[in-house]
């Protein structure tokens, strides 16, 4: 990552307007939740899996709300959250700089503040998007100055029911297993965090060392001097290509089943605080429309993903070309499609993500219980779409349902702050621009939900109080005067 001292004495001004702010609003609020132990042991009021974007930013919203007892967990090492270093291999992010994303409404916590005061007003205004390295560290300064409580280098193997109506996480770390006793659990495991990647059949027979998935670690440096193949045309797909080709590759082949690259994005062309707030209010059946319909139409790979794959003269696009066979010779692969046949070193599948809890293990005591939209929605005539089918049908702060009312009573606990709460709620749990409002809802659910079950802990606090505003001297008792006698006669 970047220095993040290149301009320390602007940095630390931006930070001292920020604690300013803060306190100006008094934020974070006061702790109020009443602390729990079990068997000696204290219980955490939320656990929040997944310490990428939506995972700080949940976390700075509850403890923006006074709720400070709660962690966040990561399996990954500091400053390797989320995919901005890891598998995102664009140079720059997708969305606009502008976007105020998970800064809570609090201007000295933008992207926009925090470069400026890096690198200076000059320099933002001759910024086109952000770089996703100088992203990651705004979201490592993020985490530093509101002081979130991660940690990293944990992973959550299982979440458990209790009897008592919590849940127990079973997590690896350090080398040890620990349980964490939690009252709700907010999984915050971005675009793939209810199934994971979407391989197609055709590979499944193919030797694991000549396909990746555009998620998984790829060594492109050995990729010098190779054919390299890729599956798809979405931008993940196109950053792959590129990453491919700057690294050496010899020939680049990028099959598509569409006629033309899709042009336009359809979501950004509606963006509005209506869309925002008013998505998860629509009819079931009028998200679907319109989520099948975006879906349809695809988004579009950025301008600049695609410039950067076709400046070079080895890469070839294939419109029209949907893959009929995959074939392993030796150490090579014979791409069928439409059209023709290919021979390649390499196969890169931009094949997009799949919902499938079967693929989540950590998940396996809830599975059966969890209601999705198939389970509920019948699907609309000419509408079928296996991703918002499997999807999770969830309440208002994001938690999921019960498939048979009654069966498993803490699901209510669990919130799914991911991708496919898409349906249920908008473009919330994932994307740049909305993630402040998603979190805003999270936190806000889960505030209720732990004062409505602490409601005779708080109803004894609220008999118990005697501090005194009064002092009894301020006032005397009028009956002890002598009053003046009242005419009776009328005027």
């Not at 297993?177 to 027979?205: N, S, W």
């Not at 991708?419 to 979190?439: N, R, V, Y």
């Not at 501090?467 to 009028?478: F, I, M, Q, S, Y």
Request: with cysteine; glycine share 10%.
């Amino acid at each position: 990552m970047s220095d993040l001292s290149a301009h320390p004495d602007d940095l630390d001004a931006l930070e001292a307007r920020l604690r300013q702010d803060l306190s100006w609003l008094e934020l974070p609020a006061k702790a109020w939740v009443p602390a729990r132990e079990i068997d000696g042991q204290p219980v955490i009021d939320v656990v929040i899996i997944g310490g990428g974007m939506a995972g700080l930013v949940a976390s700075g919203m509850l403890k923006r709300l006074g709720v400070v007892n709660h962690v966040v967990l990561d399996k990954a090492p500091a400053g390797q959250e989320g995919p901005w270093v890891t598998f995102a291999r664009m140079r720059t992010l997708r969305s606009p700089k502008q976007l105020t994303g998970p800064a809570m409404g609090l201007p000295a916590l933008t992207f926009r503040a925090y470069y400026e005061a890096r690198f200076g007003r000059e320099a933002w205004v001759a910024l086109d998007r952000a770089p996703r390295e100088t992203w990651m560290d705004y979201l490592v300064w993020y985490r530093k100055v509101l002081e979130l409580p991660v940690r990293n280098g944990i992973s959550v193997a299982a979440i458990l029911p209790r009897d008592d109506g919590m849940l127990d996480l079973i997590c690896n770390g350090d080398g040890r297993k620990e349980t964490i006793i939690a009252r709700h659990v907010v999984l915050a495991t971005g675009r793939d965090g209810l199934g994971g990647p979407f391989v197609p059949d055709i590979a499944a027979h193919i030797d694991r060392k000549l396909w990746a998935h555009t998620a998984d670690a790829i060594d492109f440096a050995a990729l010098r001097g190779k054919r390299v193949g890729v599956i798809g045309a979405g931008a993940s797909a196109m950053d792959n290509a590129a990453t491919a080709l700057e690294a050496g590759a010899a020939r680049l082949d990028m099959f598509v089943r569409r006629t033309e690259l899709p042009r336009i994005n359809k979501f950004t062309g509606i963006g509005s605080q209506g869309v925002v707030h008013g998505f998860a209010g629509l009819p079931d059946e009028w998200k679907w429309r319109f989520l099948d319909y975006a879906m349809g139409q695809q988004t579009p790979p950025p301008r600049p993903s695609v410039l950067r794959v076709s400046a070079f003269e080895q890469a070839h696009l294939h419109l029209q070309s949907p893959i009929t066979g995959l074939q392993q010779d030796g150490d090579q692969l014979v791409v069928t499609t439409s059209k023709a046949s290919y021979s390649i070193d390499y196969l890169i599948l931009g094949t997009g993500f799949k919902i499938d809890l079967s693929n989540k293990p950590e998940l396996a005591a809830f599975e059966p219980h969890i209601r999705l939209w198939r389970d509920r929605f019948p699907t609309p005539i000419g509408m079928a779409n296996g991703e918002l089918e499997a999807s999770p049908d969830l309440g208002e702060a994001f938690e999921f349902l019960e498939r048979e009312p009654g069966s498993c009573p803490t699901l209510a606990s669990i919130h799914c702050f991911n991708f496919p709460a898409t349906l249920s709620h908008g473009k919330l749990t994932g994307d740049i621009p909305a993630i402040s409002e998603g979190a805003d809802r999270l936190a806000r659910g889960i505030v209720r939900s732990l004062f409505v079950e602490d409601r005779e802990t708080h109803f004894e606090n609220l008999q118990t109080y005697d501090t005194p505003e009064l002092l009894g001297d301020e006032w005397a008792d009028g009956e002890t005067e002598t009053l003046p006698e009242l005419s009776s006669e009328r005027t």
